[in-house]
């Protein structure tokens, strides 16, 4: 399925004759590095999302919209919070954790989702976000993220010895 996209002026999103294609969730939210909250990026994520501009948290709709532009949005679900979002791919059977969540046998790939919590917890995931990179022999991932420090923008921490990064959410 290709969705028709609305280019209000001042989005980040390549417009190409009203069909948009990404490859993977990376490269859509990638295309908008950058955008502050609220400009006309984050604007236009909440009003698809909420119906209107809301000024709410805006990791996990973040995650959704670019998710409906890379054809994903089946896989990872219609959120607003970390959790359910987390909780929808369990429920699917397309969820891993990390080495230190109790699991480690996945190897996460560019485009997979990344379930993080500051309280260190699996029951309380705080961010999400999307692989960019992953080095597993290092144990580096690259990870880029709606509302982070209020932007979309790139993080790098390590998966084998940051308690952060809790789970994978497992895209085809």
């Known amino acids: 399925m290709k969705y028709l996209i609305d280019t209000d002026a001042g989005t980040c999103v390549p417009y190409t004759g009203g069909v948009?294609?990404?490859n993977n969730i990376a490269d859509a939210m990638e295309s908008c590095l950058g955008a502050k909250e609220w400009d006309e990026t984050v604007k236009k994520i909440q009003k698809w999302f909420y119906g209107s501009f809301v000024k709410?948290?805006?990791?996990?709709?973040?995650?959704?919209?670019?998710?409906?532009?890379?054809?994903?949005?089946?896989?990872?679900?219609?959120?607003?919070n970390v959790d359910s979002m987390k909780e929808y791919m369990?429920?699917?059977g397309m969820l891993d954790?990390?080495?230190n969540y109790g699991g480690g046998a996945y190897i996460p790939k560019r485009g997979d989702i990344v379930f993080m919590s500051n309280k260190y917890s699996y029951l309380d995931?705080?961010?999400?976000?999307?692989?960019?990179?992953?080095?597993?022999?290092?144990?580096?991932?690259?990870?880029?993220?709606?509302n982070c420090d209020n932007m979309i923008k790139k993080k790098t921490y390590n998966y084998l010895t940051d308690k952060y990064v809790v789970a994978w959410g497992r895209i085809d």
Do not use: N, P
């Open 56 to 80: 709410a948290a805006w990791c996990a709709t973040g995650v959704s919209y670019f998710s409906m532009l890379a054809h994903k949005l089946t896989q990872t679900g219609q959120y607003e």
């Open 90 to 92: 369990d429920s699917r």
């Open 125 to 146: 995931c705080t961010h999400v976000g999307v692989v960019s990179e992953i080095d597993a022999h290092t144990g580096k991932v690259v990870v880029v993220s709606c």
């Open 20 to 22: 948009l294609t990404f």
């Open 97 to 99: 954790c990390t080495k």
